[in-house]
């Protein structure tokens, strides 16, 4: 997916300037203007408490699957009508920056 904005490209940087220069390891990080949520998720396998918000209705979608989540999801109510299509499947290339190109 492209995504005007997405700041893939500048995580490394960014947690150089919060981590490393700033000297902030823990705490809360508050990504106010989430977009695809990969500044968020980045600071959050960092061990980061995260507060994210977005107007958008798909960076909500984002902020769910990446943000909210904390395991791999069950698809309990979906997997039962799916037919052959497997588990497993559903829950390859789960990795939060799967699929989020950055301009
Ligand atoms: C440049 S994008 C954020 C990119 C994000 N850091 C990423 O890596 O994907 C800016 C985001 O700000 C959101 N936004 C703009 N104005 C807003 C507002 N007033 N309240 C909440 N979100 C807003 C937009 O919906 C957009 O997703």
Redesign the pocket.
């Known amino acids: 997916m492209r995504?005007?904005?997405?700041?893939?490209n500048?995580l490394s940087h960014l947690e150089k300037v919060v981590i490393d220069q700033l000297g902030i390891k823990k705490g809360t990080f508050c990504?106010?203007?989430?977009?695809?949520?990969?500044?968020?998720a980045h600071f959050k396998q960092r061990g980061f408490r995260i507060i994210s918000?977005?107007?958008?209705e798909?960076?909500y979608v984002?902020q769910r699957a990446l943000i909210a989540n904390n395991e791999e999801p069950a698809f309990a109510r979906i997997a039962p009508t799916l037919g052959d299509v497997s588990r497993e499947s559903l829950s390859s290339n789960l990795s939060p920056y799967h699929n989020?190109s950055?301009t």
């Open positions: 995504y005007i904005g997405c700041k893939s500048l990504d106010l203007f989430a977009g695809t949520a990969s500044v968020a918000n977005d107007l958008l798909l960076s984002f989020v950055s």
